[in-house]
């Protein structure tokens, strides 16, 4: 859809996270040429890797549409629905793009009657931990860059702006691996509300400071300091996926293993380094029984 001369640009600031899915470019670089013949070996592989790279990106924009719609609906389990006054309080906007093999979530930030962009904020972080979670489970991994940044939305669903600029540059030069990073912006932010002072009686105020801790909650330092959303932490086990199947985990954590152990075999410093990193990220969360969670 083309945006008309008379539509103006809004500019504000934006959450985005940049999603990246690992490994398509490897598979699609074995994509020299179109098979001669629709019978032979050729034309095989060359269905055999389309349906493997299509099929991930399928499978991802599929993952994130199941989460927003079940985020849009707020779930039973959610720990917001019983606050005095959400009702009140519960107008957000979570988009998602499609770029290529990957997806960009973003929500504004912006102040309004009713509306709660912290609250934004917490279904952008919580999906790109179920995100982390099920890439690995499911043998497809992501990795995500999360920033705050002045944007506009050209026309919906379509973000332009420093906001993915930033995420973009998170996803690619400092995530590394499976995880998602989130920027110092995203901490400042969550930290206003926090800790803000609330009047006596305002209770808008008092839930976005709520909402804000439980981001934080989601949050953690990493080995080499940067913050990231940490989806094997109390918080996500016990309250955003209290009722997942508990296989998802040992599946993740069986992936990890893989990866690790056959990068070390064919020594593959780097990739066999940043695998033992997250490794030892799950060893530390759950130890050897892979099925707990």
């Known amino acids: 859809m083309k945006r008309k001369p008379k539509d ?32 032979g070996p050729e034309f095989e592989e060359f269905i055999k890797i389309i349906k493997s790279t299509i099929g991930a990106v399928d ?10 719609e079940a985020f849009v609906k707020r779930q039973e389990n959610s720990i917001f629905n019983k ?120 209770i808008p105020c008092m839930i976005e400071t709520q909402i804000a801790r439980a981001c934080q909650q989601m949050l953690a330092r990493d080995f080499d300091g940067r913050v990231i959303v940490s989806y094997l932490g109390d918080f996500f086990r016990n309250h955003l996926m209290e009722k997942i199947d508990k296989k998802v985990y040992e599946l993740a954590y069986d992936y990890v293993e893989q990866q690790l152990s056959e990068h070390q075999k064919n020594q593959n410093s780097k990739l066999a380094f940043r695998y033992s990193i997250l490794h030892g990220y799950f060893f530390e969360h759950l130890g050897e029984n892979k099925s707990t969670a």
């Open 8 to 39: 103006k640009l809004v500019f504000g600031h934006y959450l985005a996270a940049f999603v990246d899915l690992l490994g398509q470019r490897e598979r699609l670089r074995k994509l020299n040429a179109l098979p001669s013949d629709p019978g």
């Open 59 to 68: 499978d991802l924009q599929s993952t994130c549409k199941e989460y927003f």
């Open 83 to 202: 606050l005095p006054g959400i009702s009140n309080l519960d107008k957000t906007q979570i988009k998602f793009q499609h770029f290529s093999d990957g997806i960009v979530i973003y929500t504004p930030l912006r102040m309004g009657d009713g509306y709660s962009p912290v609250l934004g904020v917490y279904g952008a972080l919580a999906a790109c931990g179920v995100l982390i979670l099920l890439g690995l489970a499911k043998k497809r991994p992501v990795r995500i860059g999360v920033a705050i940044g002045v944007s506009a939305e050209l026309r919906d669903n379509e973000l332009y702006g420093k906001a993915i600029a930033d995420a973009y540059e998170a996803e690619a030069y400092l995530a590394k691996y499976p995880r998602a990073v989130v920027s110092n912006e995203v901490v400042n932010y969550l930290n206003t509300y926090i800790n803000q002072k609330c009047a006596e009686g305002d």
